[in-house]
């Protein structure tokens, strides 16, 4: 067998955009929202300063899942919602790499939602890239876990009748330590999360919502075009007041005390809005129920704490389980009580 190609030693601070682009083709659909994500990764992880050897991109199933063939950079392309258990085996075991994982909302929320709880729970330090069509892709468009109800697709021709999965509250629910939402058309603000994911210790959650525009066209029209967008988009700042709309003239207040509403700056103060902390468990559960239709999609970090990892807190155990001396297996086996069965 050929051996596998090597990464040569790059110094990280010469790195650009061209060097993280594979030889592969891109086998998406023209339009797809995916090149525009694929772009801001590339784009943004020169400004890491981390060497190109030092990346690894594991994804699951689905079209976004094609992801690690684009990077110039290790990867793998795993099986169908395991994306995190081998990318959690990866950096057990190598804790110097920095570990990315590509993954749908069918692959991610569907057959593999018990992965994507655990490793948020576990808060291995990685990054997990959640590509939302809101739809299956790569199998020709049926609905999924974050369809909304009532999506009429081949497999549900009458309207999908289960209630859409939530996974900014999911991942909150799980104790996730970075949590935020992006969308593929906004360029800046998503490379500016997958910096702020990738400087953070821990498991970094980003959903980034994107457009399938041969099964699921138009799924984030009002977010993502020019006359409507204002008026739907809030973007979430640590420390600033929950503004938005074209003039800035809408904003989140807490009404009689415990009730969020969309209220007019104006009339009721700049003072009375809700000001973001992305530190409060309280605040981030509140706005990950931001769903329904008089609430603007927020978009930035809604969540972000510190809690030590599960590979650092593994290494440790294993350093102090060796300080204790060795064992052998056999002496372990032959530890307290032991039958033999005839
Ligand atoms: C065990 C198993 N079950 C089902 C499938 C079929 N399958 C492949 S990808 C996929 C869902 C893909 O949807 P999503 O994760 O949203 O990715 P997209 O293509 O939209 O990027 C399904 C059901 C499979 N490959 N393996
Ligand atoms: S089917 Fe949809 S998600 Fe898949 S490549 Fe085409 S446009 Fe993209």
């Known amino acids: 067998m050929d051996s596998l190609p090597v990464i040569n030693h790059t110094d990280p601070s010469t ?24 772009a801001q990764v590339q784009r943004t ?7 190109r050897e030092n990346y690894v991109f594991v994804s699951g199933i689905g079209c976004s899942s094609r992801f690690p063939y684009y990077m110039n950079t290790y990867g793998m392309h795993s099986i169908h919602g395991r994306a995190p258990a081998i990318a959690t085996g990866i950096k057990a075991a190598r804790p110097d790499l920095s570990v990315w994982v590509i993954t749908g909302d069918g692959d991610s929320l569907s057959i593999g ?8 729970r576990r808060n291995v330090d990685l990054q997990l890239m959640l590509f939302n069509n809101r739809i299956y892709g790569i199998t020709k468009g049926q609905y999924s876990p974050t369809s909304e109800q009532g999506k009429i697709t081949k497999s549900t021709p009458m309207g999908s009748i ?7 509250a999911i991942a909150l629910a ?40 041969i099964f699921n066209d138009g799924a984030f029209a009002p977010l993502s075009e020019k006359a409507s967008k204002a008026d739907h988009l809030l973007y ?29 700056v104006q009339s009721h103060g700049e003072e009375n809005l809700l ?6 468990e309280f605040i981030a559960l509140m706005l990950s129920r931001f769903v329904r239709s008089e609430f603007p999609t927020l978009i930035g970090v809604i969540h972000a704490v510190e809690r030590p990892t599960y590979d650092s807190m593994m290494a ?8 204790k001396g060795k064992d052998t297996i056999q002496a372990l086996l032959d530890r307290g009580d032991s039958w033999e069965v005839t």
């Open 316 to 323: 440790e155990q294993l350093k102090q389980a060796q300080q």
């Open 275 to 280: 000001v973001h902390d992305e530190q409060s």
């Open 45 to 51: 992880l020169p400004e890491l300063n981390i060497p």
């Open 236 to 264: 979430l700042e640590h420390g600033k007041p929950m503004r938005f709309g074209k003039n800035n003239e809408k904003g989140i207040a807490m009404i009689g005390g415990c009730q969020p509403a969309v209220v007019d």
């Open 113 to 120: 939602g018990n992965h994507f709880i655990h490793v948020m």
């Open 174 to 213: 799980a104790n996730a330590t970075f949590v935020a939402r992006t969308i593929d058309v906004e360029a800046k603000h998503l490379q500016s999360m997958i910096k702020r994911a990738a400087e953070h210790r821990g498991t970094s959650f980003i959903e980034v919502y994107q457009n399938c525009n």
């Open 162 to 168: 289960d209630h859409p999965i939530n996974p900014v």
């Open 15 to 38: 790195l650009s955009k061209a060097d993280f682009t594979s030889d592969q083709d891109v086998r998406w659909c023209p339009g797809c929202g995916d090149y525009s994500i694929l």
